[in-house]
Structures are given as structure tokens and as C-alpha cells.
């Protein structure tokens, strides 16, 4: 029985000098804090510009001009067949190189270019789900094809593709990890920064980890009730 007591006041000692540790020294929550704040503003302002980027791109793959739709699907292909990372760095390290650029516009310039490609093929999906009879009635009204899109066609496919545009944010909360492989101003950067100082790995990482979870989860909730949402105005 004194062994398992030695036990536990042991473990308790190591989670209690881990925790201590990381967070409170030298107010190292602070860190963790700031790093949260800029990976969910990272992904939400790359998300946008992924948006802006991934309706472009939608419509040029659904264009009939065969430059426009070769464009498109150039950039489709070369973004989602090559790694995140090495698109950071090559953002980075050889296009602003030579520009003095605050690394968080870096990061959303590369996130958004990245989750453009994908943002496209939602888009891309979503339009052609709406049924052809409803550009045919647009075009029967005498709308021209650009009015058909905008006022008919992209309004109920955005039912569509909302869903899937929450659950990219939720992704790219994940993929900003490696924005750490230019600045440590993320999550897994404030993670660096106290391992630098503690020589530990373990709590750091099992705290941005714990963290990653909690705000995923949230968010993965609140997305399932807003698909719940959805699906009961589809019923209606």
C-alpha cells in the first residue's frame, strides 16, 4: 500500500513540475495563447482567400474557353499534387524572400493559395449539383449567363457547399502546424519555445495536442448541428 502511495504522489509530482513547467513559468501560457489566436486567424483569413481563389478557379474549370478552363485545372492539379509544406517554403524562402513581409501573411497567402484548390472543387461540386433546368429557366427569363450564376445558380449551391467549406476551416487549423517551419508563432511554435527552454518534449507537445483537440471537437459539433440545421429546411 506504501508503494502504490509512493506511486502516486510521484506521478502527481511529474504532472504537477510538467504543467508547472509549461505553462505558468515565466507566464509561458501566454505563448500558448498568442500561438491559438494566430493559428485560428491564420486559418480563418486563408480560408477566405482560399474562397476568393477556389470560386475563380470553380468557374474557370466550368468555362467553355478552353484557356480559362486549362488555367483552372492547372492550378488544381499543381496545388493539390504537391506537399503543403513545400508550398510554404517556396512562398517564403523564394518568392518574398527578398520582401519584408510579417510571416503570418506569408502563412495566409500560402494556406489560402493551398486551400483555393480544394475550395474549387467544393465550388465546382456544389454548382453542378444544381439541377441544368434551373439555368434554363434563367436563361429562358433573359438573363445572361453571368446573372443566371450569380442570382440563380451560386445562391442554392451555396446550401450545398457551406458544409464543406466549415469542415476546410476545421482542416486547416490542423495543416497550419507547419507554418512552424518559417516562424514559431503558432501553437506548435509556442510548443518550441518551451521545449527550448525546458529541454522536455513531452508536456509541451501532449498540451498542443490536448488543445488541437478541444478546438476541433468544438468546432466539429457546432458544424454537425449546422448540417442538422440544414437538413431539416431541406425537410421542410
Known amino acids: 500500500m506504501g508503494g502504490l502511495s509512493a506511486w502516486f504522489s510521484s506521478a502527481y509530482e511529474w504532472i504537477n513540475h510538467g504543467l508547472y513547467s509549461t505553462f505558468i513559468t515565466d507566464g509561458r501560457w501566454v505563448w500558448f495563447v498568442s500561438g491559438l489566436k494566430n493559428t485560428l486567424l491564420i486559418s480563418l483569413f486563408s480560408v477566405l482567400l482560399g474562397l476568393v ?9 466550368l468555362s467553355k474557353v478552353k484557356v480559362l478552363n486549362a488555367v483552372g485545372g492547372t492550378y488544381v492539379d499543381i496545388i493539390r499534387g504537391t506537399p503543403t509544406m513545400v508550398q510554404l517554403l517556396i512562398i517564403y524562402y523564394i518568392i518574398f524572400a527578398s520582401v ?4 503570418m501573411i506569408v502563412g495566409i497567402i500560402a494556406f489560402g493559395i493551398n486551400s483555393g484548390a480544394y475550395i474549387a472543387e467544393i465550388v465546382r461540386g456544389g454548382i453542378l449539383s444544381v ?3 434551373q439555368t434554363e429557366a434563367g436563361r429562358s427569363l433573359g438573363l445572361s449567363g453571368r446573372q443566371t450564376m450569380s ?3 451560386l445562391p442554392q449551391a451555396l446550401k450545398n457547399i457551406l458544409p464543406a467549406l466549415a469542415n476546410e476551416f476545421i482542416v486547416l487549423i490542423k495543416e497550419t502546424a507547419v ?4 516562424d514559431n508563432i503558432d501553437l506548435v511554435g509556442a510548443a518550441k519555445k518551451v521545449q527550448s527552454r525546458t529541454y522536455d518534449y513531452f508536456w509541451p507537445l501532449i498540451s498542443i495536442a490536448v488543445i488541437y483537440y478541444v478546438v476541433i471537437k468544438f468546432l466539429s459539433v457546432l458544424l454537425s448541428r449546422f448540417e442538422a440545421h440544414l437538413r431539416k429546411s431541406d425537410i421542410r
Open 100 to 103: 519584408p513581409i510579417p510571416k
Open 131 to 133: 439541377n441544368k433546368g
Open 179 to 182: 507554418i512552424g517551419m518559417v
Open 151 to 153: 442570382f440563380i445558380v
Open 53 to 61: 481563389l477556389g470560386l475563380i478557379a470553380a468557374l474557370f474549370r
